[in-house]
């Protein structure tokens, strides 16, 4: 039954140590986006891709990269982390008519440790 | 700018009792409007959705919420709570024409009591 399912749900890394984060989605939704999410706030977007298209936010690190090598999957790379990028990462999908709002489905997230 | 305002960080009720969550909006035009609810160490769950049509929504769980356009609100409302819904609750916001702009409010975290 789990539509958006992200692996591993809890990672730990060093600092400095590339990590991957993945997540992938049964609902054959062309948008995925990767949302970043500290204690006590609210989720806040990283980057989204619209089927191939890849969209950065404006503010988003370059540390932090992603691919989505086909419609099922997409992953969150951490090119060098550190201390501030622990976090909960939140994986989502939706399905816009064109430019449309539609609902976005999250998956239950990756808690990631920095040591 | 389109912004959401959760005016309550924490909230406890007993169990049983009644439970209304604030949200308040900042937009331009109609939005399209979200309650998620997000467990401890879990991700967001949608609870209902307002897109248009008839400003009361039913959604999962037995919560409601209610669009009020001249207070630009939409409030999250349970008539009798219980344990189990003890967690963190996100309104967002979302422009009709542009899919990847959520806003989202800063939560509110909710405390059942026995």
């Known amino acids: 039954d789990a539509m958006v399912i992200q692996n591993p749900r809890y990672q730990v890394t060093q600092f400095g140590k590339p990590v991957t984060l993945s997540c992938s989605q049964t609902l054959n939704h062309n948008v995925m986006y990767w949302y970043q999410q500290k204690s006590s706030q609210a989720p806040k977007l990283l980057f989204h891709?619209?089927?191939?298209?890849?969209?950065n936010e404006a503010d988003t690190p370059d540390n932090f990269q992603s691919r989505r090598p086909n419609t099922s999957f997409c992953f969150l790379d951490i090119r060098s982390p550190g201390l501030g990028d622990a976090a909960m990462y939140l994986c989502?999908?939706?399905?816009?008519?064109?430019?449309?709002?539609?609902?976005?489905?999250f998956g239950p997230g990756t808690r990631l440790t920095v040591l | 700018a389109q912004s959401v305002t959760q005016p309550d960080i924490h909230i406890t009720v007993s169990e049983g009792a009644s439970l209304e969550l604030r949200c308040n909006y900042s937009y331009g035009a109609t939005p399209y409007l979200f309650w998620y609810v997000q467990s401890p160490g879990q991700g967001l769950q949608l609870l209902l959705k307002?897109?248009?049509?008839?400003?009361l929504v039913q959604g999962i769980k037995g919560f409601e919420a209610e669009f009020k356009r001249s207070q630009s609100s939409f409030n999250l409302r349970k008539p009798s709570v219980h344990w189990s819904d003890a967690a963190e609750y996100f309104c967002?916001?979302?422009?009709?024409?542009?899919?990847?702009?959520?806003?989202f409010g800063s939560g509110t975290k909710l405390n059942v009591k026995p």
């Open positions: 891709y619209y089927d191939k298209d890849f969209n």
């Open positions: 989502a999908t939706s399905s816009p008519l064109g430019l449309r709002t539609d609902t976005q489905y």
């Open positions: 967002a916001v979302a422009p009709s024409y542009n899919f990847n702009k959520f806003y």
């Open positions: 307002y897109f248009s049509g008839d400003t």
